[in-house]
């Protein structure tokens, strides 16, 4: 079993979660609502999904654009065999008329405390745009989107000058050969000065690159004797 550096803490305990930046006031629906209703929801919230409960709120599927589109698609078409085959299940959301019938299930979701980057590798992976958050016994507490993880790229860029100071630089670099210098312009972080221990350098850049909302990282520090 390993141990993790602080250094390597650093990185891995980002304070950036999915919790910070999820929607809380969540349009869902049950099982039994109807085509139409769900249709008018996503329209009148501006939404692209709708998380299916039961019960006290527990996730049980979720409803998407995609999963009504087939009704208008197949609306007034008869599909050819090769059709009905490669697109069986289309052709069932075709005919249904309730969100049970209409859901994608299980449900994909996520946990408040995930990572942003956790949630964006597993949209990216299902090809999905918005997860259910939802809590250990798999009740609903949010839905996070595609919108909602980039939130963190609007962060200050004084902002990320402090928190790469505090999190990265006096962690790495607590007795430079002389002052390290951070600016943060865009989202682009570079970083000059002059440090002891050269094997860290190339540490720091990857972790200035993992601190949340950095677009970017131009590393320029050096090390004592170099130069």
């Known amino acids: 079993m390993t141990t993790r550096s602080r250094e390597e803490e650093t990185l891995q305990d980002s304070p950036h979660r999915v919790g910070d930046v999820m929607t809380r006031a969540v349009v869902a629906v049950g099982r039994r609502t109807q085509f139409k209703d769900m249709v008018e929801r996503m329209e ?48 069932s959301k075709a005919g249904a008329v309730s969100a049970e019938e209409l859901m994608s299930a299980p449900a994909v979701t996520v946990h408040a405390d995930a990572t942003l980057a956790e949630a964006a590798r597993i949209m990216a992976l299902r ?22 993880l980039l939130k963190v790229f609007l962060r200050p860029d004084n902002d990320l000058a402090d928190e790469i100071r505090r999190d990265v630089i006096d962690v790495l670099f607590p007795a430079p050969v002389e002052p390290v210098h951070i600016t943060v312009v865009d989202g682009v972080a570079t970083l000059t000065g002059r440090v002891q221990d050269a094997s860290r350098i190339s540490l720091a850049a990857r972790l200035v690159r993992g601190v949340e909302g950095v677009v970017g990282v131009d590393c320029r520090l050096t090390a004592a004797g170099e130069g």
């Open 44 to 91: 009148q919230w501006q939404v692209s999904a709708l998380p299916v409960l039961e019960g006290d709120g527990r996730v049980v599927g979720l409803v998407s654009e995609a999963d009504l589109l087939p009704k208008e698609e197949f609306r007034d078409s008869d599909p050819d065999r090769l059709t009905q085959r490669r697109r069986l299940s289309d052709l």
């Open 127 to 148: 090809h999905i745009k918005r997860l259910p958050v939802v809590n250990t016994e798999g009740l609903l507490e949010g839905v996070v989107s595609r919108g909602d």
